[in-house]
């Protein structure tokens, strides 16, 4: 019976001590609970059982496995993350690793469990991240990149996030930790911080403008640059391409720009004084700093270009004379380049200056000059020079 009904049961038994004697009452009353007749005769049934006498334990059960399933699912993720990953107690032990530290250290993940930190990873790498191990146990988020020696598994770049474990009071239990691999990104890093050093140095070492740009605005140049333009090296360092060139030539830049052409070609440089020059301009696309620029090469060519108006001057001269003495017949039966060469020898060219004068190859010029000795009879270039003086051949 339970303790409503024993205390209803109690209370009638007591009326009749209270009232006093009274009559039987033979009706059949109803139950309230449950209505059906009740006689006086009868006894009342006990409280009906629960309709779930398992039903807290079912639920721990539910709970229990859902606990469970959930666990797996996180240490499956866990294993699956392509980095160490770890939960580390305030005591700086480890009560959970992913199988990466199975990969990384060569032990199973058994063996690390419980174990302080400063066993699994060594006395060397324990130094470098002891302090941030701390800044984490005081609650505060850490991320850093190290080269980190390990005890086992060598030296390796990484980075770090250590995230505390707070409860709901916030008192700090521990820190998770994510460590990745970047050992193969600093390589790269290391690698491409290499090759532009060696750019650095050849660019700093050559003698033509070096301009590193990108669809024309000027990333990094060389001191050469600056200076055959009249700036200062932090002057040009943004800059656009067309700056540097005079009116006449920037249309003709700017399609080789579009079109990526590594043709060389000839242009008018324009000089931060308005003075203007003749260079020649060579483009070529490049790697630089994880993507593709472009780099020209700038080559002032105003003494070459002087140099050759010069010796085409020489040859407009050195033609008309010999057209004029060929006018009033050959002595020798010598042609005109044979005469040509002749005027050159005598004012002291040597073979490969006669060839450069003429734009011929030295080997050419030598065998005009066999022609000359034998068609004129003389043993050398001195005796055929005083011959061809003697014979008023030079004009």
């Not at 061809?388 to 030079?394: C, F, Y």
Request: hydrophobic share 35%; with cysteine.
């Amino acid at each position: 019976m339970c303790d409503q009904d024993q205390s209803e049961a109690r209370g009638r038994a007591s009326e009749p001590a209270r009232r006093g004697p009274r009559s039987a009452d033979t009706r059949p009353r109803s139950d309230h609970r449950f209505g059906r007749p009740v006689g006086p005769e009868q006894v009342e049934p006990a409280c009906p059982p629960s309709p779930h006498p398992s039903s807290g334990h079912d639920e721990r059960t539910r709970a229990e496995e859902a606990l469970r399933r959930r666990e797996h699912e996180m240490s499956v993720l866990a294993d699956n993350v392509p980095a160490l990953f770890s939960h580390v107690d305030a005591d700086g032990r480890y009560r959970f690793v992913n199988k990466r530290y199975e990969e990384w250290f060569g032990i199973p993940r058994t063996e690390v469990i419980g174990k302080h930190y400063r066993q699994v990873l060594g006395e060397a790498a324990y130094e470098r991240i002891s302090g941030h191990v701390q800044q984490a146990l005081l609650g505060e988020h850490v991320r850093f990149e190290d080269a980190l020696p390990y005890r086992s598994g060598g030296t390796r770049w990484v980075s770090a996030d250590y995230v505390p474990d707070t409860d709901g009071e916030g008192e700090v239990k521990g820190f998770f930790a994510l460590v990745t691999d970047i050992t193969g990104q600093k390589r790269t890093e290391e690698a491409l911080r290499e090759s532009e050093e060696r750019f650095r140095r050849l660019t700093e070492a050559s003698f033509e403008a070096i301009a590193v740009h990108d669809k024309g605005k000027i990333l990094d140049a060389n001191q050469t640059c600056a200076t055959m333009f009249g700036h200062e090296l932090s002057e040009v360092v943004g800059m656009h391409v067309l700056d540097f060139a005079a009116p006449e030539s920037r249309d003709l830049i700017l399609r080789s720009m579009l079109s990526r052409s590594e043709e060389p070609f000839e242009a008018v440089g324009l000089r931060k004084d308005g003075s203007t020059f003749t260079c020649e301009v060579r483009g070529k696309a490049i790697p630089y700093q994880g993507r593709r620029v472009s780099v020209a090469a700038i080559r002032d060519i105003t003494e070459r270009k002087r140099a050759e108006e010069a010796l085409q001057k020489t040859r407009e001269e050195l033609d008309s004379r010999v057209e004029r003495r060929m006018r009033r017949g050959s002595a020798f039966g010598l042609t005109f380049r044979e005469l040509t060469v002749l005027h050159l020898v005598v004012a002291g060219k040597s073979d490969k200056e006669i060839g450069a004068v003429l734009g011929i190859s030295t080997l050419t010029a030598s065998k005009h000059l066999a022609n000359i000795l034998h068609k004129m009879g003389a043993a050398g270039r001195t005796e055929a020079g005083v011959r061809a003086v003697r014979e008023g051949l030079l004009d």
